[in-house]
């Protein structure tokens, strides 16, 4: 018996480490794009995100653009690919609308009503199956107003999709 593997098509690719790659060769420098008065720092975690995001759309939509030049699974995949890519547009602009429309004293009073909400509920609720769902939940949504108000903080405003994609083409 020989040694094949699944993956022997002589043209494949591991698309997600070879997305990986695409995706942190210009992270920092797309970061800076969001905001630029501030420099790369660690904790930057709302900019990550949406560099993140805006990066992965480049990278699929470059892939779209390009499908005789990409692996045998790729072309066979084209339409979830397109599928994924409407996806994640439709993404960027429900949390750009978010992001944009909020205020950062409306995102602190959230966070501190589910602080108070699980202070309360730890008191109250029995320990169980449930209470874990709730917990976790609310400390979700708390997290992602964190990183929304983090956001707010460092960028301001979101600029449109089409901005952060001409911009990546400089590089």
Do not use: W
Request: aromatic content about 8%; hydrophobic content about 35%.
């Amino acid at each position: 018996m020989s040694n094949t593997t699944t993956n022997s098509h002589p043209n494949a690719q591991n698309p997600s480490q070879n997305d990986k790659l695409v995706l942190n060769k210009h992270t920092s420098s797309l970061i800076n794009i969001f905001a630029p008065e501030q420099p790369f720092q660690k904790n930057r975690s709302g900019v990550e995100y949406l560099s993140h995001l805006v990066l992965e759309i480049a990278s699929l939509k470059e892939r779209l653009d390009r499908p005789e030049q990409q692996d045998f699974y790729f072309r066979k995949g084209i339409k979830a690919n397109k599928q994924k890519l409407s996806s994640l547009i439709q993404h960027f602009f429900a949390f750009r609308d978010e992001v944009n429309t909020c205020h950062i004293e409306d995102l602190l009073e959230q966070v501190s009503g589910i602080e108070a909400f699980l202070q309360r509920y730890e008191k109250t609720a029995q320990a169980g199956f449930i209470k874990e769902i709730v917990k976790h939940s609310k400390i979700s949504q708390g997290r992602h107003l964190n990183l929304v108000i983090g956001l707010k903080k460092d960028v301001g405003v979101i600029k449109p999709l089409g901005y952060y994609l001409n911009c990546l083409k400089t590089f």
